[in-house]
């Protein structure tokens, strides 16, 4: 079978979803690189999880990267603390967590070990397992729509349950960059092009 990407037919043919995103599972040496260029290259890539109701598969279509402790916009620039010692870890980890007593935001830890970087996934383009009514465009959103929750803070994206993998691109991606979304807090920071996203995509938030 194929699992065909409706909006610019990317395709990766397979015998069962499954074994596709399995077999494409991305290694711990693409996380090591630097936030922003992991930010970029995480676009087009599937997030995957095992959830409570089976196996569900988004395309990243949206990011933000956050470059560590000198990031004023960075959780990490607190700090290590219980909350944030994953983003200190070693990278292709989950850093998930809870805001406004109702969302979960998913986020993946890169670069190199100790300093806290971390890319926030903001958008997914679904491809398996999600219902054409829910929405994926933010963070939170695309968070329930994947079933990811605290649980799933600190999981290494190398196991079995959640992890990225990456699907054959027929053409190359049109990428825009811009400021980031709700770091007004952060000074100079918040004017930072650190936002990616694939143009003309309508799971963009």
Same mark, same amino acid.
């Given at each position: 079978?194929?699992?065909?990407?409706?909006?610019?037919?990317?395709?990766?043919?397979?015998?069962?979803?499954?074994?596709?995103?399995?077999?494409?599972?991305?290694?711990?040496?693409?996380?090591?690189?630097?936030?922003?260029?992991?930010?970029?290259?995480?676009?087009?890539?599937?997030?995957?999880?095992?959830?409570?109701?089976?196996?569900?598969?988004?395309?990243?279509?949206?990011?933000?990267? %956050?470059?560590?402790?000198? $990031?004023? @916009? *960075?959780?990490?620039?607190?700090? &290590?603390?219980? =909350?944030?010692? /994953?983003?200190?870890?070693?990278?292709?980890?989950?850093?998930?967590?809870?805001?406004?007593?109702?969302?979960?935001?998913?986020?993946?830890?890169?670069?190199?070990?100790?300093?806290?970087?971390?890319?926030?996934?903001?958008?997914?383009?679904?491809?398996?397992?999600?219902?054409?009514?829910?929405?994926?465009?933010?963070?939170?959103?695309?968070?329930?729509?994947?079933?990811?929750?605290?649980?799933?803070?600190?999981?290494?994206?190398?196991?079995?349950?959640? %992890?990225?993998?990456?699907? $054959?691109? @027929? *053409?190359?991606?049109?990428?825009? &960059?811009?400021? =980031?979304?709700? /770091?007004?807090?952060?000074?100079?920071?918040?004017?930072?092009?650190?936002?990616?996203?694939?143009?003309?995509?309508?799971?963009?938030?």
């Amino acid at each position: 079978m194929e699992i065909v990407d409706s909006a610019d037919r990317r395709s990766l043919p397979v015998a069962t979803p499954e074994t596709a995103f399995q077999n494409h599972r991305l290694p711990r040496a693409f996380y090591q690189q630097p936030v922003l260029s992991l930010a970029r290259q995480l676009l087009g890539k599937a997030l995957v999880h095992r959830g409570p109701h089976g196996l569900l598969a988004g395309r990243i279509v949206e990011t933000e990267a %956050y470059l560590g402790r000198m $990031d004023l @916009a *960075s959780h990490a620039s607190k700090g &290590r603390t219980a =909350r944030t010692e /994953v983003l200190f870890g070693p990278p292709g980890h989950a850093y998930v967590y809870f805001i406004y007593g109702m969302h979960c935001c998913f986020n993946v830890v890169g670069g190199k070990s100790g300093v806290g970087g971390a890319v926030l996934v903001r958008g997914v383009e679904p491809l398996l397992g999600i219902p054409e009514r829910v929405r994926t465009d933010g963070p939170g959103r695309l968070c329930r729509a994947l079933a990811i929750s605290l649980e799933q803070n600190r999981e290494d994206l190398l196991g079995e349950r959640l %992890y990225i993998s990456e699907v $054959d691109v @027929a *053409s190359p991606l049109r990428i825009q &960059r811009g400021p =980031r979304v709700g /770091v007004d807090y952060s000074g100079p920071w918040a004017v930072k092009p650190y936002r990616f996203w694939i143009r003309g995509n309508r799971f963009v938030s």
